[in-house]
């Protein structure tokens, strides 16, 4: 069993910069893949970014690229999100999860473990 637990959300202005983690702890194995996931009010979970913690690679959607940054920490098992220029539509609550494959998808059905979310809000 792997726990997620994701930090660093909270209120910001539009532009502004915001780093979030999400520490792994239980039974953790360098195939897994890690993503981020956001979901906003009224809205479907959609894929911000994801890692495979082994080689490295990563995604990102199109929404993002250039501001957010995936990023893992080997020595302390987590994986950060580094996000700039951040607006409006970023708000949204921000879950950390894992699945036990190499493989980055994009589906959240895919990912097995999951955090409790933690809430990033852009105001205007």
């Known amino acids: 069993q792997v726990q997620l637990v994701e930090s660093g959300g909270e209120l910001v202005q539009v532009g502004d910069s915001l780093r979030l983690s999400c520490a792994a702890s239980?039974?953790?194995?360098?195939?897994?893949?890690i993503s981020w996931f956001r979901q906003a009010p009224g809205k479907e979970r959609d894929s911000v970014a994801g890692?495979?913690?082994?080689?490295?690679?990563?995604y990102y959607a199109d929404s993002v690229k250039g501001r957010f940054t995936i990023s893992r920490d080997n020595a302390q098992n987590t994986v950060y999100l580094p996000m700039n220029s951040l607006k409006p539509e970023d708000t949204a609550v921000y879950y950390c999860?894992?699945?036990?494959?190499?493989?980055?998808?994009?589906?959240?059905?895919?990912?097995?473990?999951w955090g409790q979310g933690t809430q990033v809000t852009v105001s205007s």
């Open positions: 999860a894992a699945r036990s494959n190499p493989n980055v998808l994009t589906t959240p059905a895919w990912y097995m473990y």
């Open positions: 890692i495979n913690w082994h080689g490295g690679n990563t």
């Open positions: 239980g039974r953790t194995s360098s195939s897994y893949a």
